[in-house]
Nanobody, 117 residues
């Protein structure tokens, strides 16, 4: 099964920016890739999704402040987050849906984003 590795998390002040990356361990036939997040005591929620064709969807909470993108040549997805708020504090996970003689999904291990002064 494909492995996903997230990076780019960290501590940032309110109003700051971060770019998260999610790299797949091998070239796969991607259906979609997405970022989710889970704050302490809350359920995991969708942040943004990008299809194989490049169409994007964003949660209302991050719309206008975040941009999801992918580089097919590097099997990597990105999430650029700007104007960060303390409410963006969470563990961010990437998820991929892909075809490999069948339908599969995979999750990354997560990367912590903390927005605090």
């Amino acid at each position: 099964q494909v492995q996903l590795v997230e990076s780019g998390g960290g501590l940032v002040q309110p109003g700051g920016s971060l770019r998260l990356s999610c790299a797949a361990s091998e070239s796969i036939s991607i259906i979609s890739m997405a970022w989710y997040r889970q704050a302490p005591g809350k359920e995991r929620e969708l942040v943004a999704r990008i299809s194989r064709f490049g169409s994007t969807t964003y949660a209302d909470a991050v719309k206008g402040r975040s941009t999801i993108s992918k580089d097919n040549t590097k099997n990597t997805m990105y999430l650029q987050m700007n104007s960060l708020k303390p409410t963006d504090t969470a563990v961010y996970y990437c998820r991929v849906e892909y075809n490999d003689n069948g339908y599969f999904t995979a999750w990354g291990q997560g990367t912590q984003v903390t927005v605090s002064a």
